[in-house]
């Protein structure tokens, strides 16, 4: 019996495309994948990213997320790195999608 998954598509921007060094991947995980898990298996995937990836804000679908935002097959996942050198913060993380809007 086959273990079921959802793929994730990600688009890369900035310093973490050219940490990646590709515009777009897939990541493949369980059904119950959060972003939270998607962002630690990009980190498994691709070492070089994991520094940036810490200070960038999360958009599911064109939307900004909560890292605990369940994913679905399909969805499209994007890490926003900080502009001009800035770093986010817990406390300067846009509200999720649902009051947020779409970007």
Same mark, same amino acid.
């Given at each position: 019996m086959t273990t079921p998954t959802i793929t994730?598509?990600?688009r890369y921007f900035a310093a973490v495309r050219e940490a990646v060094g590709v515009e777009r991947g897939t990541l493949t995980l369980p059904p119950? +994948?959060?972003i939270a898990a998607a962002? +630690? +298996?990009l980190a498994e995937q691709h070492p070089a990213v994991r520094a940036v990836l810490a200070g960038c804000l999360a958009a599911r679908n064109r939307a900004f997320a909560a890292e605990d935002a369940v994913l679905a097959d399909?969805?499209?996942l994007v890490f926003i790195p900080p502009m001009a050198g800035g770093a986010y913060s817990a406390g300067s993380v846009p509200a999720? +999608?649902?009051s947020a809007g779409a970007l």
């Open positions: 994730i598509h990600l119950t +994948a959060t962002r +630690a +298996a399909g969805d499209e999720p +999608a649902s």
